[in-house]
C-alpha cells in the first residue's frame, strides 16, 4: 500500500499547492494510487485566508502522479525514526520520504 500504513487517517495531516494557494489537510483514505483529503485551510499569504472555522471545504482527490507538481508535504512525527530534534514534535516533509525508490 502506499506509505506503508504510515499514515493515520483521519488523525494525519498534509500540505500541497494548487494554483499558488496552499492547503493543510486531514488525510481521509490512502489507496495505491491516490490519497483522498480533506482540506482544514488554505492561503495564498496574500489575500486568502480560510479555515474550516469559516469554510466548508470538499475532498480533493490527491493521484501519485500529481504529487511533485503540487508539492505534497506528509506530516512527520518521528514515529520509529531519528530524524527529528529534541523538543520539536513534528514536521512537514517531501512525501518522498515514505514513498518506495522505485516510485519516488
Known amino acids: 500500500?502506499?506509505?506503508?500504513?504510515?499514515?493515520e487517517v483521519d488523525m494525519d495531516?498534509?500540505?500541497f499547492k494548487i494554483?499558488?494557494?496552499e492547503y493543510t489537510a486531514i488525510v481521509k483514505e490512502v489507496h495505491n494510487d491516490h490519497l483522498v483529503v480533506k482540506p482544514i485551510s488554505r492561503t495564498n499569504y496574500k489575500d486568502?485566508?480560510?479555515?474550516?472555522?469559516d469554510t466548508t471545504f470538499d475532498p480533493i482527490f490527491l493521484p501519485v502522479n500529481s504529487?511533485?507538481?503540487?508539492e505534497l508535504?506528509?506530516?512527520?512525527?518521528?514515529?520509529?525514526?531519528?530524524?527529528?530534534?529534541?523538543?520539536?514534535?513534528?514536521?512537514?516533509d517531501s512525501y518522498t520520504?515514505?514513498?518506495p525508490l522505485e516510485v519516488a
Open 67 to 70: 504529487f511533485a507538481n503540487i
Open 13 to 15: 495531516t498534509c500540505k
Open 48 to 53: 486568502i485566508y480560510e479555515t474550516n472555522m
Open 19 to 21: 494554483h499558488s494557494v
Open 73 to 92: 508535504e506528509l506530516w512527520m512525527d518521528g514515529r520509529g525514526c531519528d530524524n527529528s530534534a529534541i523538543g520539536v514534535q513534528g514536521y512537514y
Open 97 to 99: 520520504m515514505l514513498m
Open 1 to 7: 500500500m502506499l506509505f506503508d500504513n504510515y499514515i
